[in-house]
């Protein structure tokens, strides 16, 4: 009887690590450890992202004198087109924050015509407004920089703000 128990216990042990080994190789993926702040879900989730909104007024005197003036010629007599020129919309630069930011527990973005990649209007002084969420049903942050100032956002402690800082000298 011993001899039985033994040879079920040896046969139940052997199945037992076929199916282990089975399960390793061919059952789902295993979760990559990821750093504390993504473990807990407290990570920058971009939801809105507008430059230079506050310039429309500045664009619609622009198009206002364009309209009262006659378009510009070179020296041979040739009409030139105005330079494109349109009123900005709400979340023009989102893709271009949430390529920056999102997914991170913390980012930085300078608020400049080459960071954000757009230029409405260059005699305006831009701002740059973004709300975003350190996790999904985290309230939501709304914060607004001045153009030349570096913007901050924290996901990694439970009371973090937004806050922007003055422009470091190395920025572009």
């Known amino acids: 009887m011993f001899n039985r128990l033994k040879f079920h216990l040896i046969a139940i042990t052997a199945i037992s690590l076929i199916v282990l080994v089975l399960y ?6 295993q979760p990559v450890a990821a750093p504390s702040a993504l473990a807990s879900g407290q990570y920058v989730h971009v939801i809105s992202a507008t430059w230079g909104l506050n310039c429309n007024p500045d664009i619609e005197e622009a198009l206002r004198e364009r309209a009262n003036t006659p378009l510009p010629t070179d020296e041979h007599g040739n009409v030139l087109p105005h330079e494109p020129l349109s009123l900005m919309a709400h979340d023009n630069v989102l893709a271009t924050a949430q390529a920056i930011c999102h997914g991170k527990p ?6 400049s015509n080459e960071v954000l990649k757009l230029d409405p209007i260059a005699r305006c002084f831009k701002k740059l407004d973004l709300s975003y969420r350190c996790f999904e049903m985290d309230k939501l942050h709304i914060t607004q920089t001045d153009q030349g100032e570096l913007l901050k956002l924290d996901c990694t402690t439970p009371a973090a703000a937004p806050h922007a800082t003055a422009p470091a000298a190395s920025q572009p």
């Open 24 to 29: 390793r190789l061919i059952g789902p993926a």
């Open 106 to 111: 913390t980012c930085e973005i300078f608020a």
